[in-house]
């Protein structure tokens, strides 16, 4: 079966304190991975795709990377606005989606 | 550019009513996906329409769903009639084609009461 699975389920930061999330995934036929980030009451803002193991991107204080089996969205230097639910998904055509890690960064 | 759009934001009807939700995607994307999140759970996939075709609704949980796209453009979701499992947020995306990401709409909060 199908799966995506992300670690921690919830993660609370100091701010400038750096950290990764995790998300390993089961998905036949894999076309990307991709990250979200979700604010409270809003829909999910794409961030990343990645398409193959050792691909990795970067924007601002992210970095997303891909192995065969798992993502890993490294936060460097957080700023309490990058506070949020950040989501993982995968799949072939339609999207399959992790629970999420809800980051809070205290200042 | 503008974003997708959903209509309504919020929507709390009585179990037995019926409910349409409305998605306008980016213009000119010709893939056009409905998810839902019920409490607690994830986001998960409802269907998929390439153009006005159903692509794929193999996560439309039964019959009292109906998506429509019509000429391609916007897309309806009715519920009828509602039942309290249908209560959660109701998200439409769209993307250029299915490789590419999907670009999500701020969703519709459904509850059936």
């Known amino acids: 079966e199908d799966q995506v699975t992300q670690s921690p389920e919830a993660l609370r930061l100091q701010e400038g304190e750096s950290s990764s999330l995790n998300c390993s995934y089961t998905?036949?036929?894999?076309?990307?991975l991709f990250w979200y980030r979700q604010d409270p009451g809003k829909g999910p803002e794409f961030l990343f795709t990645l398409y193959s193991a050792g691909e990795e991107k970067e924007k601002e204080r992210l970095k997303a990377t891909l192995t065969k089996k798992e993502s890993f969205l490294h936060i460097t230097a957080p700023k309490p606005e990058d506070s949020a639910t950040y989501l993982c998904?995968?799949?072939?055509?339609?999207?399959?989606f992790g629970t999420g890690t809800l980051l809070a960064v205290q200042p | 550019e503008a974003g997708v759009t959903q209509f309504p934001s919020h929507s709390v009807i009585e179990k037995g009513q019926t409910v349409t939700l409305r998605c306008d995607p980016i213009?000119?994307?010709?893939?056009l996906y409905w998810y839902r999140r019920v409490m607690g759970k994830e986001i998960k996939f409802l269907l998929h329409f390439v153009k006005e075709s159903k692509q794929d609704e193999s996560g439309m949980p039964n019959n009292r769903f109906l998506a429509e796209r019509t000429g391609g453009t916007y897309s309806t979701l009715k519920v009828q009639p509602a039942e309290l499992e249908d209560s959660g947020v109701y998200f439409c995306?769209?993307?250029?084609?299915?490789?590419?990401?999907?670009?999500f709409g701020p969703g519709t909060r459904l509850t059936v009461t």
């Open positions: 213009s000119g994307h010709d893939n």
């Open positions: 995306a769209s993307s250029q084609d299915y490789i590419s990401e999907q670009y």
């Open positions: 998905v036949s036929g894999l076309r990307g």
């Open positions: 998904a995968g799949g072939f055509r339609e999207l399959i």
